[in-house]
């Protein structure tokens, strides 16, 4: 089946600091979304990315599709960056539907 | 306002209980999803909806059921609900075209016991 690693399993920095998530992936993609998690919340859509570089505010994501490896990079960390940050491969392309396969996430901390 | 309501928010239940876990949204979106998530696991698909009536397995089915007889409704059915079906439990719709993510609920925390 379809695999996605995410690394690090948890990542603890000060306010201030930036930091480097990456995702892994097994097989060729249709398309690689970056979710956040707040503790015991929803998700909520940070990009949809599939290939290249997106900006969005303190948040870049990079997705090299031969390398099978996507990266979210969050600048001047804050405390409110705080939470768990999942990745998700979309497979079964051609079905028009997006049925995801997550990463089993990182967890952010920061320190003030 | 865009939206995805599940309820109830949290359920406790007994082992051989029967569980209904109800989904809403108001976008007319024509893919519903159910999902669970574990410690550990991350988040794993049971099953996914293309539109009413037209419901597929995810990754996780077993021991699990769905309606979708309206559009803007997805249910999520545990016949006779087991322990390892503790979990918290999220619903999720999207525009049926691949580049859309998906808008998910709060979640369901069930806990069988």
């Known amino acids: 089946g379809q695999q996605v690693q995410q690394s690090p399993a948890s990542l603890v920095l000060q306010e201030g600091e930036n930091a480097e998530l990456q995702c892994n992936f097994s097989t060729s993609l249709n398309s690689m979304q970056w979710f956040y998690q707040r503790p015991g919340g929803s998700l909520v859509s940070l990009f949809y990315?599939?290939?290249g570089t997106k900006h969005s505010g303190r948040l870049t994501s990079t997705t090299v599709i031969k390398e099978r490896r996507s990266s979210l990079h969050i600048s001047s960390s804050q405390t409110t960056d705080s939470g768990t940050y999942l990745c998700?491969?979309?497979?079964?392309?051609?079905?028009?539907?997006?049925?995801?396969?997550f990463g089993k996430g990182t967890k952010f901390s920061l320190i003030p | 306002d865009m939206k995805v309501t599940q309820m109830p928010r949290y359920l406790i239940k007994r082992m051989g209980e029967n569980v209904l876990l109800e989904c809403g949204q108001d976008?007319?979106?024509?893919?519903m999803y159910w999902y669970r998530q574990d410690p550990g696991l991350g988040l794993q698909l049971i099953y996914i909806?293309?539109?009413?009536?037209?419901?597929s397995e995810g990754d996780i089915p077993k021991g699990y059921r769905v309606s979708r007889k309206k559009r803007e409704h997805f249910s999520l059915i545990l016949d006779s609900a087991k322990t390892n079906q503790t979990s918290v439990y999220f619903c999720a719709s999207s525009l049926s075209q691949e580049n859309q993510a998906p808008l998910f609920g709060e979640g369901t925390r069930l806990s069988v016991l």
């Open positions: 990315n599939p290939s």
């Open positions: 909806s293309y539109d009413v009536d037209s419901n």
């Open positions: 998700a491969l979309a497979y079964l392309p051609g079905t028009g539907s997006n049925r995801l396969t």
């Open positions: 976008m007319s979106h024509e893919t």
